[in-house]
């Protein structure tokens, strides 16, 4: 069965810190781009940042540059997201998506696979 499993969100205070896993199952990560998503109450869904089959190229939106770090690991077949500094508007449900046209397909919302999602909240 070819599915997408985040973890690793919860609650945190501001400044602090939370690392995201997704881990894939059913096939190899090693032809996919993988990226994380995030949609806030109210507001429509986001990219975050996205990283090559390669892992030789990233991606980050402008609001999470600096504080966000996207890392895979091939043999564990899971891609991470190392959050960092985190804010209120941080606070949202973290969704992680795979696809083979590359970056900017994934970019482009061109995306084969969709995990159900990790709710992150960043409060005092």
């Known amino acids: 069965q070819l599915q997408l499993v985040e973890s690793g969100g919860g609650l945190v205070q501001p400044g602090g810190s939370l690392r995201l896993s997704c881990a894939i199952y059913?096939?190899?990560?090693?032809?996919?781009?993988v990226g994380w998503f995030r949609q806030a109450p109210g507001k429509e869904r986001e990219g975050v940042s996205c990283?090559?089959?390669?892992?030789?190229?990233?991606i980050y939106a402008d609001s999470v540059k600096g504080r966000f770090t996207i890392s895979r690991d091939y043999v564990k077949n899971t891609v991470y997201l190392q959050m960092d500094s985190l804010k209120p508007e941080d606070t949202a449900v973290y969704y992680c998506?795979?696809?083979?046209?590359?970056?900017?397909?994934?970019?482009?919302?061109?995306?084969?696979?969709w995990g159900h999602g990790t709710q992150v909240s960043v409060s005092s």
């Open positions: 059913g096939f190899t990560l090693d032809y996919y781009a």
């Open positions: 998506a795979a696809g083979t046209g590359g970056l900017a397909a994934l970019v482009a919302g061109i995306i084969d696979y």
């Open positions: 990283i090559s089959s390669s892992g030789n190229t990233t």
